[in-house]
Nanobody
Framework: QLQASGGGLVQAGGSLRLSCAAS????????MAWFRQAPGKEREFVAA????????YYADSVKVRFTISRDNAKNHVYLQMNSLKFEDTAVYYC???????????????????WGQGTLVTVSS
């Protein structure tokens, strides 16, 4: 199970930190990712992090502004979001992927486990 939290209302240029707590699996064996879905749009990839935490990958739209990290001892993954823009407004979902691959995935079907989402609203 995945439980996302940390969303809220923030002004453009502000920051938020999302958290996702994982349970029911050996957390250190799974890749983790954040996706988001804006109203009327498809769910899109935001960032991913490998099982070890040594590899990360970001969507071009959030590169430099967002940072994904994880704490395997606490079974948590985080998304630090800085310099937020109006277009970052969306429901953010954490996702987990059990895989032996060393390549991080960006497509939603690759992830078998999803959290319930947390709403981020950026006011302009």
């Amino acid at each position: 199970q995945l439980q996302a939290s940390g969303g809220g209302l923030v002004q453009a240029g502000g920051s938020l930190r999302l958290s996702c707590a994982a349970s029911g699996r050996t957390f250190s064996w799974i890749d983790m990712a954040w996706f988001r879905q804006a109203p009327g749009k498809e769910r899109e990839f935001v960032a991913a992090i490998s099982r070890s935490g040594l590899s990360t990958y970001y969507a071009d739209s959030v590169k430099v502004r967002f940072t994904i990290s994880r704490d395997n001892a606490k079974n948590h993954v985080y998304l630090q979001m800085n310099s937020l823009k109006f277009e970052d407004t969306a429901v953010y979902y954490c996702a987990a992927r059990e895989t032996l691959s060393s390549t991080l995935a960006t497509m939603t079907p690759a992830y078998g486990y999803w959290g319930q989402g947390t709403l981020v609203t950026v006011s302009s």
